[in-house]
């Protein structure tokens, strides 16, 4: 168990979300942002300058001998998510990697295996597992609420433009983004839909790029089939203009719940119409000043877990469900054919 000492952080990837990480490091008084890494010297600089971080580097050799970290943030493009995190469990460093945990089944396996080789933790940020109406959600349907969930689907609509996609090299392939609407944006969407239901049994599905010039999705659709016994669609888009809000549908034997991003807008039972802040979950305060509540969460769980020798939040093994349900869309999308999980 690591002593009183504060955990000591290295981010790699200073792109669009790393500062969600920077902040929330700031701003836990178990956490110290060491470093920053890019490949990009200014890039590195400029935010190692911004959050009053003490070095920044350019290749992770020289991160992996900064004796100071002890945990890397993996924000780099999705398809270098296993070579990484590889390189930095065999260095005897934890990884908090960001969604996807990597965009190929068997990486994601060498990802799990070396972490646990190594004896070192392995965590994947999905920020809407924190975000209290969802751990209310879970609650609720985990004690059988709702009775028999029959109907689960989620609609994940989103819009981006061509311009979007050729802002960087790595958007929109195979290679590094790994898939699009439900890879990159709707990934979200789909792991709180399997968690909530106990994961994901059977999946059919389309996907194709419909309007943008592509190699991945811009449009997809899934029937499936849940462990909880429930039918129900998956819907993704980066066509809908504008940009629809996410939205999650859960109609069971005894009552229905509703949720979209401002919150929970259905909960009414056969029983009565309940008041959703009956089951809230008692949670450590928020700083005032943070504005991605569920990375401020995972980056202090991954802390207290270094600190009290403890799994994550999402564990690595967790975290690949997500993925392994997308993977399975697209290999229905290819073959015709329903996949079983």
Same mark, same amino acid.
């Given at each position: 168990?690591?002593?009183?000492?504060?955990?000591? @952080?290295?981010?790699?990837? *200073?792109?669009?979300?790393?500062?969600?990480?920077?902040?929330?490091?700031? /701003?836990?008084?178990?956490?110290?942002?060491?470093?920053?890494?890019?490949?990009?010297?200014?890039?590195?600089?400029?935010?190692?300058?911004?959050?009053?971080?003490?070095?920044?580097? =350019? !290749?992770?050799?020289?991160?992996?001998?900064?004796?100071?970290?002890?945990?890397?943030?993996?924000?780099?493009?999705?398809?270098?998510?296993?070579?990484? =995190?590889?390189? =930095?469990?065999?260095?005897?460093?934890?990884?908090?990697?960001?969604?996807?945990?990597?965009?190929?089944?068997?990486?994601?396996?060498?990802?799990?295996? =070396?972490?646990?080789?190594?004896?070192?933790?392995?965590?994947?940020?999905?920020?809407?597992? *924190?975000? &209290?109406?969802?751990?209310?959600?879970?609650?609720?349907?985990? +004690? $059988?609420? @709702?009775?028999?969930?029959?109907?689960?689907? *989620?609609?994940?609509?989103?819009?981006?433009?061509?311009?979007?996609?050729?802002?960087?090299?790595?958007?929109?392939?195979?290679?590094?983004?790994?898939?699009?609407?439900?890879? +990159?944006?709707?990934?979200?969407?789909?792991?709180?839909?399997?968690?909530? +239901?106990?994961?994901?049994?059977?999946?059919?599905?389309?996907?194709?790029?419909?309007?943008?010039?592509?190699?991945?999705? &811009?449009?997809?659709?899934?029937?499936?089939?849940?462990? %909880?016994? /429930? @039918?129900?669609?998956?819907? $993704?888009?980066?066509?809908?203009?504008?940009?629809?809000? !996410?939205? @999650?549908?859960? %109609?069971?034997?005894?009552? !229905?719940l509703t949720l979209d991003d401002q919150g929970i807008q259905t909960c009414e039972?056969?029983?009565?119409?309940? +008041?959703?802040?009956?089951?809230?979950?008692?949670?450590?305060?928020?700083? *005032? %000043?943070?504005?991605?509540?569920?990375?401020?969460?995972?980056?202090?769980?991954? /802390?207290?877990?270094?600190?009290?020798?403890? &799994?994550?939040?999402? !564990?690595?093994?967790?975290?690949?469900?997500?993925?392994?349900?997308?993977?399975?869309?697209?290999?229905?999308?290819?073959?015709?054919?329903?996949?079983?999980?």
């Amino acid at each position: 168990m690591k002593s009183e000492m504060k955990v000591g @952080f290295a981010i790699i990837g *200073a792109g669009v979300v790393a500062p969600h990480h920077a902040v929330a490091i700031k /701003a836990i008084p178990e956490a110290e942002l060491v470093s920053i890494v890019d490949v990009v010297p200014e890039k590195a600089s400029d935010m190692q300058s911004v959050y009053d971080c003490k070095r920044s580097y =350019t !290749t992770l050799d020289e991160c992996m001998a900064d004796e100071a970290v002890d945990v890397v943030i993996v924000c780099t493009p999705s398809g270098t998510h296993e070579q990484l =995190t590889v390189e =930095t469990a065999k260095s005897g460093k934890h990884v908090l990697c960001e969604k996807p945990l990597d965009i190929k089944a068997d990486k994601m396996e060498r990802m799990i295996q =070396t972490c646990d080789e190594e004896g070192v933790k392995l965590g994947v940020v999905y920020p809407r597992r *924190a975000m &209290d109406t969802i751990l209310i959600a879970k609650t609720m349907l985990d +004690n $059988g609420v @709702f009775g028999k969930v029959s109907i689960a689907s *989620a609609y994940l609509k989103y819009y981006r433009s061509q311009e979007y996609y050729d802002s960087a090299g790595w958007r929109g392939t195979w290679a590094m983004d790994g898939g699009g609407a439900l890879m +990159n944006q709707g990934i979200h969407g789909v792991d709180i839909m399997q968690w909530l +239901n106990g994961g994901v049994r059977k999946v059919f599905g389309r996907a194709a790029a419909m309007e943008r010039h592509i190699e991945v999705e &811009d449009t997809a659709v899934a029937v499936v089939e849940y462990h %909880n016994g /429930a @039918f129900g669609v998956i819907e $993704g888009s980066t066509l809908a203009y504008p940009g629809q809000m !996410t939205k @999650f549908e859960l %109609n069971g034997t005894q009552g !229905t719940l509703t949720l979209d991003d401002q919150g929970i807008q259905t909960c009414e039972t056969l029983a009565e119409k309940i +008041n959703p802040s009956d089951w809230g979950i008692e949670q450590s305060e928020i700083p *005032a %000043n943070i504005s991605s509540i569920g990375h401020y969460r995972f980056v202090h769980d991954i /802390a207290k877990a270094v600190l009290e020798d403890r &799994d994550p939040l999402v !564990t690595g093994k967790e975290g690949k469900k997500a993925v392994d349900v997308i993977l399975a869309i697209y290999e229905s999308a290819r073959s015709g054919k329903e996949i079983i999980l």
